[in-house]
């Protein structure tokens, strides 16, 4: 079992920056695939980023490649997401998510591989 804590959300004028952290409980989180998901009001959940248990191998979505980056502290049950070049479209509620793997290169796109999720921190950008 996991338990997922996100903050670091708010409000933010576009071309700013957001660092989400989400703080991940149990003695096994090397063993979780972590991910990062958003969701604006009327639509569906979409991907944003993935990174592997070992931290070694990470990918993002076309709409933040570039602009977003992953990362975990397996010593701390940490993973952050670094969100620079803000834009309004960026505007959603933010989850994390974990799911556990016996291969630390696996990633995953899809929010049904992921077996945990945190509560959601909004990010909201303003023009």
């Known amino acids: 079992q996991v338990q997922l804590v996100e903050s670091g959300g708010g409000l933010v004028q576009a071309g700013g920056s957001l660092r989400l952290s989400c703080a991940a409980s149990?003695?096994?989180?090397?063993?979780?695939?972590m991910g990062w998901f958003r969701q604006a009001p009327g639509k569906e959940r979409e991907f944003v980023s993935t990174?592997?248990?070992?931290?070694?191998?990470?990918d993002y979505a076309d709409s933040v490649k570039g602009r977003f980056t992953i990362s975990r502290d397996n010593a701390k049950n940490m993973v952050y997401l670094q969100m620079d070049s803000l834009k309004p479209e960026d505007t959603a509620v933010y989850y994390c998510?974990?799911?556990?793997?016996?291969?630390?290169?696996?990633?995953?796109?899809?929010?049904?591989?992921?077996?945990?999720w945190g509560q959601g921190t909004q990010v909201t950008v303003s023009s």
């Open positions: 998510a974990a799911k556990f793997s016996l291969y630390c290169s696996d990633t995953y796109y899809l929010p049904a591989n992921y077996e945990y």
């Open positions: 149990g003695r096994t989180f090397r063993s979780y695939v």
């Open positions: 990174i592997s248990c070992s931290g070694g191998r990470s």
